[in-house]
């Protein structure tokens, strides 16, 4: 059974570029949430998809984005990259909503802005 | 607002001793779930143990258990009969009803031989 996989691993993008991460969630899983953790800092809430919509979302800006396919799986876009956006960006999955369920996380994509 | 407060930057410990990682929380919600995980070098965050608000037991996970204390708000990791293995960041998390889940700035465990 496969757990939460991220792709890529790692990517180096310039300031100003559009980036976009992908994100597979665990068997079964349907439930997917966004996190950036910068680096010595614990992760940070980005957003979080159920059934397709985005049902949460921390204090990040609009320059991040996602979305979430009918098979669960979801990307997270960053438009106007700054060098501030670099961080390791991990990809967690749960199953349902509203409880307080485990989530399993991906290995993270390490994204740095040069 | 939720917070997670790890006042414990880095913690030494020898093998096959005990330690305890601290973990204070805030919260004006009834019902809500404490984590705690463990993140390699690699980067990947690992699930190690979880205790519910309504809870009367401690949880506890093969070497790892979790002192729920709720009056005073903290839910300390213990690990016993520490392993090299063991050497990682530790992250104390909490959830509300939505899943979302806030970390604290986590604990350097060095396990020495």
């Known amino acids: 059974d496969a757990g939460v996989t991220q792709s890529p691993t790692h990517l180096i993008k310039t300031r100003g570029q559009q980036v976009t991460l992908r994100c597979s969630p665990k068997?079964?899983?349907?439930?997917v949430s966004w996190y950036q953790q910068a680096l010595g800092q614990g992760p940070q809430f980005i957003f979080q998809y159920y059934e397709e919509e985005e049902r949460q979302r921390g204090n990040f800006p609009d320059r991040f984005s996602g979305h979430q396919f009918p098979n669960y799986s979801s990307e997270l876009n960053v438009n106007a990259l700054l060098l501030g956006d670099s961080a390791l960006y991990l990809c967690?999955?749960?199953w349902g909503w509203g409880g307080n369920t485990e989530a399993f996380f991906g290995q993270g994509t390490r994204l740095t802005v040069v | 607002a939720q917070k997670i407060t790890q006042t414990q930057p880095g913690m030494f410990v020898q093998e096959k001793e005990a330690v305890t990682l601290d973990c204070t929380y805030d919260t004006s919600d009834q019902s809500y779930g404490l984590f705690w995980y463990k993140q390699p070098s690699s980067g990947e965050m690992i699930f190690l143990i979880y205790?519910?608000?309504?809870?009367?037991q401690n949880a506890t996970e093969g070497r790892y258990s979790l002192n729920f204390q709720k009056a005073r708000k903290s839910a300390n990791l213990v690990i016993s009969a520490s392993q090299l293995g063991d050497s990682a960041m530790y992250f104390c998390a909490m959830s509300d009803n939505t899943d979302k889940l806030i970390f604290g700035t986590g604990t350097r465990l060095q396990v020495f031989p």
């Open positions: 967690a999955s749960s």
């Open positions: 205790q519910g608000s309504y809870d009367e």
């Open positions: 068997s079964g899983h349907d439930t």
